[in-house]
């Protein structure tokens, strides 16, 4: 287990690099010029050459970066070029925020998503089925911003059972974790169904059959547990991707999380806090996948950390 982990921990280092200077590679390419945004329009060449002498940007590409990690190995993620604020302070204050919707999130979609596969799965070639999957297609197509807007719509403008955005309580969360939910129900179910069908299909299936077990305790004992092991795979890749990719619902229910930072920071060409989030993120999908990866034996004694 020791030398597992301290093989993983060597991996996730230089994918964190690896992201780092990819990342990097594109922001340095971009046509936007963060001191002219800071300077304003109005500003001279000569003001904004000024500016982007003291953030450091006249030097070489590897001169930046080299300062970059520098500081990045004192656990300095930089300052925002406009807000004036440590990036990590920033980072922090919106991180609890995107935490409580990303579980939020997460369970929506493992509600929706695995009881939608198992019951089609069940109902294999029955309408059922074949309802439950047009369902889930609908779902993996829609856009987020659509389904937002048609939430808000629906069940905070004209029923009025959830308030139309903010942050703070119960009923602030519930149809912004549906709207990512509803999206990420789609995948589940269709992955759920694939796995209960091939779980379903082996001998000791068949087995636990024939020892005289009821239908609900061979799926539940027998059948779910061996279903949900790439499940929980997707989950660890679903933790990264929700600390990086809900700019758009944050920003229609105008929840105060990473992603809204994220946006307002890409329109400024902040790039401190561009990078800032995009380590976060890789971070959250390193140890998300690690974290899958040792819960898996747990589920399946079979399965060896190697």
Known sequence: MGAYLLRRLAQAVLILLGVS?????????????????IAGRSATPEVVASI?????????????YLRYLGALLQGDLGRSYLQRTEVA??????????????VGA????????????????????????????????????????VVG???????????AWFPLGGYGSFAHLVLPSLTLGLLGAGWYSRMMRSAMLDVLRQD?????????????????AHALPNALLPIIAMIGIDIGLFMSGI???ESVFGWPGIGQ?????????DIPIIMGVTLVSAVAIVLGNLLADLIAPFIDPRIKLR
């Open 21 to 37: 200077l990819v990342t990097f590679v594109l922001l340095y390419l971009l046509p936007a010029d963060p001191a002219r945004q």
């Open 52 to 64: 982007r002498a003291q953030l450091g940007l006249d030097r070489p590409f590897h001169e930046q």
């Open 89 to 102: 302070t920033l980072i922090m204050s919106r991180l609890p925020a995107s935490l409580l919707l990303m």
């Open 106 to 145: 997460i369970v929506c979609e493992l509600a929706l998503g695995l009881t939608m596969g198992v019951v089609a799965a069940l109902r294999r070639n029955t309408s059922t089925d074949h309802a439950l999957m047009l369902t889930s297609f609908i779902g993996v197509s829609a856009p987020q911003f």
């Open 149 to 159: 807007m048609l939430l808000l719509y629906v069940f905070a403008w004209q029923l």
């Open 204 to 220: 000791y299936m068949r087995t636990a059959r024939a020892k005289g077990l009821s239908a609900w305790r061979v799926v539940l």
């Open 247 to 249: 700019v758009v619902v």
């Open 261 to 269: 930072l994220t946006w307002q920071a890409i329109q400024r060409v």
